[in-house]
């Protein structure tokens, strides 16, 4: 499985980014797939995940009424629409997959990343 992250970049705190991970090696879904980031000097950290069931999604409290993740199966892609960014939501962005963190499942793959700044 090959995750492909896009649509980071800089923006002012208060503005919207929608970032985008492309999926491909086997056939799509986007249950069991999520969002994470890494601040610098910091641990990455769980941001939203769609549970193995595609029946709950889970939100981290940072992020939570801010954060929407989406799928589209025929795009073979989620997203992750960030709404009222704040200057410590600056990290790298990771999209990863079959992973559920409702039930401690890791997640065996990952993106490459890609970066989110956002100023004040």
């Known amino acids: 499985v090959q995750l492909v992250e896009s649509g980071g970049g800089l923006v002012q705190a208060g503005e919207s980014l929608r970032l985008s991970c492309a999926a491909s090696?086997?056939?799509?879904?986007?249950?069991?797939m999520g969002w994470f980031r890494q601040a610098p000097g910091k641990e990455r950290e769980f941001v939203v995940g769609?549970?193995?069931?595609?029946?709950?999604?889970y939100y981290a409290d940072s992020v939570k009424g801010r954060f929407t993740m989406s799928g589209d199966n025929a795009k073979n892609s989620v997203y992750l629409q960030m709404n009222s960014l704040k200057p410590e939501d600056t990290a790298v962005y990771y999209c990863?997959?079959?992973?559920?963190?409702?039930?401690?499942?890791?997640?065996?793959?990952w993106g490459q990343g890609t970066q989110v700044t956002v100023s004040s």
């Open positions: 990863a997959a079959d992973g559920d963190y409702g039930l401690g499942k890791p997640y065996d793959y």
């Open positions: 090696g086997r056939t799509f879904s986007s249950n069991a």
């Open positions: 769609i549970s193995w069931s595609g029946d709950t999604t």
